[in-house]
């Protein structure tokens, strides 16, 4: 009864220690708990008591800290950091890690009653792409940065960069004006572009089989055909006239680029006009007797440079309204 003895005699006055271990025991029992049996000597015996170590007593005292799971997983790291123990106060102390960001786009703050951590970002986990077949200016994302390809000025070309704009500008080019000139040395012609900004460029055009080449000192150049083919120009149609009417005509053939003016002159007789004057020593008229109805003549006269007329006839006198679809060859020789 010794140790009770001193357990009460502590109590009784008042000693209590101010720090405790955790493997220290605290003595369990009823304050002024009566006893039962009575004239018994001092000290009263009380009916139970118990031992207890603090670190069962205090609850907190009595957790082991770990981090779940115990071997963390890559990029995450645990909260419990360690518990120490003072050696002369036995008093322990639970380290826990705080929570630190390292990024701008990222903020830990206390919630206004104190009872939360909240995590705000201003960044999203968001890429960026490029968009139709023209030069990709998207790159990649590193961590929170997005990585963008730089615009660089080739040849003739200045980028200026402002505060919301980037301008593209086509460098402006001196303009160059071009000199024609022809000269003719034998048969061909060469032509020549001379520019101001000390370009050149030379075109010799050649005469072939049955061409001749002629340079008009005028900006021209006449390309003449010499023979091949039939060796002449022909203009094919025929002819129509009625009543007192200058006669039509239908286009069959013509490649001498020019055109006939059709007029009646007198009875039975047509004058034909040509566009442009032709050498009439170049040229043969072969109409065809073809006429309406009854046999008559066609004959060509007033043959000149500028034209031709047709006359019609009956067997007696000179008579209209006869010629129908009578073909006319007209040629034009070199």
């Not at 008579?319 to 006319?328: K, M, R, S």
């Given at each position: 009864m010794n140790i009770l003895t001193d357990i009460l005699s502590l109590i009784q006055r008042g000693k209590?220690?101010?720090?405790?271990?955790?493997?220290?025991?605290?003595?369990?029992?009823?304050w002024n708990e009566k006893p039962e049996m009575t004239g018994v000597a001092s000290p009263i015996p009380y009916k139970s008591v118990?031992?207890?170590?603090?670190?069962?007593?205090?609850?907190s005292e009595n957790c082991d800290y770990i981090n779940v799971p115990a071997n963390p997983l890559k990029d995450s790291v645990g909260v419990f950091q360690k518990e120490v123990i003072d050696p002369t106060t036995q008093k322990c102390t639970v380290s826990f890690r705080s929570l630190k960001t390292m990024s701008t786009n990222l903020t830990l703050a206390l919630s206004a009653d104190d009872d939360y951590i909240e995590i705000t970002t201003q960044g999203e986990p968001n890429l960026a792409a490029n968009v139709g077949s023209g030069a990709k200016v998207w790159k990649d994302k590193v961590g929170e940065t997005l990585n963008f390809k730089s615009l660089v000025q080739g040849s003739g070309i200045t980028i200026a960069e402002s505060t919301n704009e980037i301008t593209i500008t086509a460098n402006a080019q001196p303009n160059t004006t071009y000199t024609y000139s022809s000269s003719q040395s034998a048969a061909n012609v060469d032509l020549k572009l001379d520019g101001s900004d000390g370009s050149l460029g030379n075109v010799k055009l050649v005469a072939?089989?049955?061409?001749?080449?002629?340079?008009?000192?005028?900006?021209?150049?006449?390309?003449n055909s010499t023979g091949g083919g039939v060796g002449y120009q022909a203009h094919v149609s025929k002819i129509t006239q009625t009543g007192t009417n200058p006669p039509t005509e239908v286009i069959v053939y013509n490649d001498t680029g020019l055109t006939l003016t059709w007029q009646r002159v007198a009875v039975g007789r047509y004058q034909a006009t040509w566009s442009t004057s032709v050498d009439s020593t170049k040229v043969t008229?072969?109409?065809?007797?073809?006429?309406?109805?009854?046999?008559?003549?066609?004959?060509?006269?007033?043959?000149?440079n500028t034209g031709f007329q047709l006359c019609t006839n009956t067997l007696s006198a000179a008579?209209?309204?006869?010629?129908?679809?009578?073909?006319?060859?007209?040629?034009i020789y070199p």
């Open positions: 209590f220690a101010t720090v405790a271990g955790k493997d220290d025991v605290v003595v369990l029992g009823m118990k031992l207890i170590k603090i670190k069962d007593l205090a609850s072939g089989t049955n061409v001749t080449l002629a340079d008009s000192g005028s900006n021209e150049v006449t390309i008229v072969n109409p065809m007797p073809i006429f309406k109805n009854n046999p008559n003549i066609l004959n060509v006269i007033a043959f000149a008579t209209d309204d006869v010629l129908q679809n009578t073909p006319i060859e007209i040629r």
